[in-house]
């Protein structure tokens, strides 16, 4: 008979070993929209920067999350046509890497400026880094790192961030090295 404290702890894991499949389905869902263009996309006039410094402060109100969060603005950002349930899943798909992949103590520097006119965001972080060998299959469907041990992860989050930018006229791109960090 098992005890009141190993039933909890087996329900822990079985809640966490169902939470990673929702997610693996529910990305798994969203690539394939995206990828036939089986989704309504809603372009409208977005704030990028409120839109992130909502996006931060949920991450800062979180209990599970101990990074501090460098956010830079320029100065005269335009609102831009974007559908902000993408750029939201694009935002958070590349800051929850940062935080996955990076020690609590280190900073995760964001940062938002107008280029060319060009809108761009970067997100820094000092983590384990992607091996040199892994940055060409990045952007590939169920590829994860060499280096990520048992660190969660579906290998589609950066995949439907790619195609997420892409479908809204952007680009993006990957600056890594490994015990250094990486910069989307």
């Known amino acids: 008979r098992l005890s009141d404290e190993q039933i909890e702890q087996k329900l822990i894991k079985t809640t966490e070993q169902i939470d990673f499949l929702t997610d693996i389905m529910d990305d798994v869902l ?18 990028l920067n409120t839109l992130w410094r909502e996006i931060l402060d949920e991450y800062q109100s979180r209990q599970d999350i101990h990074h501090k969060f460098n956010y830079s603005s320029g100065t005269n ?13 694009i935002i958070t798909n590349l800051l929850s890497n940062a935080v996955k992949y990076s020690f609590p103590d280190k900073a995760i520097t964001i940062t938002l400026e ?3 006119n060009w809108v761009c965001f970067s997100v820094q972080d000092e983590g384990i880094g ?3 060998d892994d940055l060409s299959h990045l952007f590939e469907s169920f590829h994860r790192a060499q280096n990520v041990g048992t660190i969660h992860g579906t290998g589609l989050g950066l995949v439907i961030a790619k195609d997420a930018v892409e479908l809204h006229g952007g680009t993006i791109t990957v600056v890594s ?3 250094l960090g990486t910069t989307f």
């Open 130 to 132: 992607i091996p040199e």
């Open 114 to 116: 107008h280029v060319d």
């Open 30 to 47: 969203q690539l394939a929209r995206l990828q036939t263009r089986h989704f309504e996309y809603k372009p409208s006039k977005l704030d």
């Open 77 to 89: 950002i335009p609102s831009i046509q974007a559908d902000k349930k993408l750029m939201r899943q």
């Open 177 to 179: 090295k490994v015990g």
